[in-house]
């Protein structure tokens, strides 16, 4: 079974920087993308960032393109979400994901909220 388990949340000050972390567990991640989306107070869960574990290939949501990194350690089984730049818009609860290539998004961490003071 696919674990999901993010953390590195919290309050931040606008311009500031959050490292958001995922572990993964319960399978072998090299044929999966994961992702990092998010979700605010009466939006719809939006897409943030992905990365292909095995290729290492990412892709961003243009809101993020140049403020955010997505990486993985493939030692730790960890996916990195490194938050730079923060605005007050980015407030959100981050949640991570896993697909295994072609399909939907089947798996999801339980969330970590992120709040970006003005």
């Known amino acids: 079974q696919v674990q999901l388990v993010e953390s590195g949340g919290g309050l931040v000050q606008a311009g500031g920087s959050l490292r958001l972390s995922c572990a993964a567990s319960g399978r072998t991640f090299s044929s999966y993308i994961m992702g990092w989306f998010r979700q605010a107070p009466g939006k719809e869960r939006e897409f943030v960032a992905t990365?292909?574990?095995?290729?290492?290939?990412?892709s961003y949501a243009d809101s993020v393109k140049g403020r955010f990194t997505i990486s993985r350690d493939s030692g730790k089984n960890t996916v990195y979400l490194q938050m730079n730049s923060l605005k007050p818009e980015d407030t959100a609860v981050y949640y991570c994901?896993?697909?295994?290539?072609?399909?939907?998004?089947?798996?999801w961490g339980q969330g970590t909220q992120v709040t970006v003071s003005s």
């Open positions: 990365i292909r574990w095995d290729i290492g290939s990412t």
């Open positions: 994901a896993a697909k295994r290539v072609g399909t939907g998004w089947n798996y």
